[in-house]
């Protein structure tokens, strides 16, 4: 029994020194692995070890900010999130992390304060700019979010939570062509995710409504369509003139396809967009009609979809090796919505 416990406090301790020997790096790798087995309270532990050694790493600061939002501990996670944002070199993740533990206990005030500050110090973030927005969209004052995402549209434009919202927005307001627009850009930004599926459904809905007798006339009419959205919204009404019948996939590919090759004869200089450049590559390599098919595929059954794949097995394969292959980017301005 004595060597047991002599052998026992031998390994005691040398885990002891092993431990202290550990960096702050190291600490806080273990502690990402005991965040993602939702041990909590052991991560915490360990990254408060990790932030004795290195009290100013703001990576370690945020880490246990955040660890502490996840057990709900949202008095400590404000504490040290306070404290992280007063370091030099706090960056927009620090501010977002704190707002969210503001964001908990209902601190509208306090959060509202913290993200003002955050845009002074990062005046292009479209990450500061979303969750301020939604900040006022908790609220319920819509008219000032709206405001923030298209400022987080404007100086951020590759930021695709503000197109997201946005899209989600004009939805609702019934401002159908940026509704569409907005929608499509996310849909190339966030190519894959739960937001796509939903985006998707929205983009036709969109059309749908756009298509209606007299709505783009409406809209060419309203005081807050921009002088870019009025040359849109034009083309498309002459483009979409001669249609008739039900409103489907292949109707809709077919304006597009009309509607790009105008664009591109007599307003692509005066409003060059990256959207409609990448619908023009599209267009002459013989990939945009699978990519409206992508693009509209939640509103079709599955069934219909994947017939239209197997009958079109070049072009479905040459369009998702495109996709897989490039990153869509927006150049800075090609902002054409202020009003």
């Not at 013989?286 to 595929?297: I, K, R, T, V």
């Amino acid at each position: 029994m004595k060597y047991l416990l002599i052998f026992y406090l031998f390994i005691c301790g040398s885990n002891t020194v092993f431990a202290q020997q550990q960096t702050a790096a190291q600490l806080q790798e273990t502690a990402k692995t005991l965040m993602q087995q939702g041990d909590f309270d052991n991560a915490i532990l360990t990254l408060a070890r990790a932030k004795q050694q290195e009290p100013k790493n703001i990576e370690v600061m945020k880490d246990l900010s955040f660890v502490n939002y996840l057990k709900r501990d949202f008095a400590k996670a404000i504490e040290i999130g306070k404290e992280l944002i007063e370091t030099p070199a706090a960056d927009q993740q620090s501010f977002q992390i704190l707002g969210l533990s503001y964001k908990a206990v209902a601190a509208y005030k306090d959060c509202a304060k913290l993200y003002k500050t955050a845009l002074n110090k990062f005046p292009n973030s479209g990450v500061i700019y979303n969750e301020y927005a939604e900040l006022l969209a908790i609220e319920n004052n819509m008219d000032d979010a709206i405001v923030q995402w298209e400022k987080g549209i404007e100086s951020d434009p590759n930021y695709s939570s503000n197109y997201y919202n946005a899209t989600m927005y004009y939805m609702r307001s019934k401002n159908w062509i940026r509704a569409l627009l907005y929608g499509e850009l996310f849909l190339n930004i966030e190519s894959y995710s739960t937001r796509t599926e939903e985006i998707k459904t929205r983009l036709f809905e969109a059309y749908k409504n756009l298509l209606a007798p007299a709505v783009a006339d409406q809209l060419l009419k309203a005081k807050t369509t921009t002088a870019f959205e009025k040359a849109v919204l034009g083309l498309f009404a002459k483009t979409a003139a001669g249609m008739k019948g039900a409103i489907t996939v292949e109707s809709i590919t077919a304006i597009r396809t009309l509607f790009i090759v105008e664009w591109l004869q007599g307003k692509q200089q005066l409003y060059p967009f990256r959207l409609f450049d990448h619908q023009q590559y599209l267009l002459n390599n013989g990939l945009f009609e699978a990519y409206n098919y992508w693009l509209f595929s939640t509103a079709l059954n599955a069934d219909a979809y994947q017939v239209w794949q197997n009958t079109h097995t070049k072009e479905s394969a040459g369009y998702k090796a495109f996709q897989q292959s490039r990153v869509f980017k927006i150049p800075a301005g090609q902002y054409y919505f202020s009003r």
